[in-house]
C-alpha cells in the first residue's frame, strides 16, 4: 500500500519560513519524481516545484528564489523549505510521486500552511 504522508505544516508569521516534508512508503522511492504542489480555496491545484529522480529541480516561478525542494533517498523524504512566505503562499500542500514509464502517481493527504499576522 502507497502511504505519502505530509507533515511541517501551520501558521506563520509573514515572512517567516516553514519546512514541509513528506515520507513515502510502498514505493521504490528512488525511482520516483517528487513533487509538491498547492491548492488555495476556489483555486485548481497548481505545481510548486519537482525534483526528479536524477535530482534535477523545477519550480514555479511564483516560488523561485524562496522554496527549496530536497530529497533524501535513504529516509524515503522529500522536503520543502519555504523562506519569506507571505500570504499568497496560504494553501494547503501535498506531496506527489509519480513514475511517468508505470503511469504511477500518487498524492498525499496534505498539509495546510496559513501565512498571517
Known amino acids: 500500500q502507497v502511504q505519502l504522508v505530509e507533515s511541517g505544516g501551520g501558521l506563520v508569521q509573514p515572512g517567516g519560513s516553514l519546512r514541509l516534508s513528506c515520507a513515502a512508503s510502498?514505493?521504490?522511492?528512488?525511482?520516483?519524481?517528487m513533487g509538491w504542489y498547492r491548492q488555495a480555496p476556489g483555486t485548481e491545484r497548481e505545481l510548486v516545484a519537482v525534483i526528479r529522480r536524477d535530482g534535477s529541480t523545477n519550480y514555479a516561478d511564483f516560488v523561485k528564489g524562496r522554496f527549496t525542494i530536497s530529497r533524501d533517498n535513504a529516509k524515503n523524504t522529500v522536503y520543502l523549505q519555504m523562506n519569506g512566505l507571505n500570504a499568497e503562499d496560504t494553501a494547503v500542500y501535498y506531496c506527489n510521486a509519480r513514475r511517468p514509464s508505470l503511469g504511477n502517481d500518487y498524492w498525499g493527504q496534505g498539509t495546510q500552511v496559513a501565512v498571517s499576522s
Open positions: 510502498g514505493i521504490i522511492f528512488r525511482l520516483y519524481n
